[in-house]
């Protein structure tokens, strides 16, 4: 951490935007209780911000697309496919992921 804040302050950076989830802004804040004038902006994969419908990050999610892409491989492949979907613990990828199943045989 003291080398971030060496860095930033060699650099004549007069504050940090930070842009990310969980990992991201807990760092930012690490950051900012060492000095450094940040601002937090929350994106997130996961759709786990408070008070917002989509939180910037959801949609550009690949996990639709992924599962979409590996319904049309194991058409031709026997056998189960089990699929992990990244999040960490409200779901909502996981939710869109089924919701966007193109055969009603698979099973998320």
């Not at 990992?23 to 000095?35: K, M, P, Y």
Request: hydrophobic share 45%; charged share 20%; glycine share 10%.
């Amino acid at each position: 951490m003291a080398r971030c804040v060496e860095t930033l302050k060699h650099n004549n950076l007069d504050a940090l935007i930070a842009i990310g989830g969980d990992d991201t802004n807990s760092v930012a804040q690490r950051l900012f209780e060492q000095g450094i004038k940040v601002v937090g902006v929350p994106k997130t994969i996961d759709n786990d911000l408070m008070e917002n419908d989509h939180a910037p990050g959801f949609p550009s999610r690949f996990g639709v697309q992924a599962f979409m892409g590996a319904d049309l491989d194991n058409r031709s492949l026997p056998g189960v496919y089990v699929a992990v979907v990244m999040g960490r613990q409200a779901g909502f990828l996981t939710a869109a992921s089924a919701a966007a199943r193109t055969r009603a045989t698979v099973r998320i």
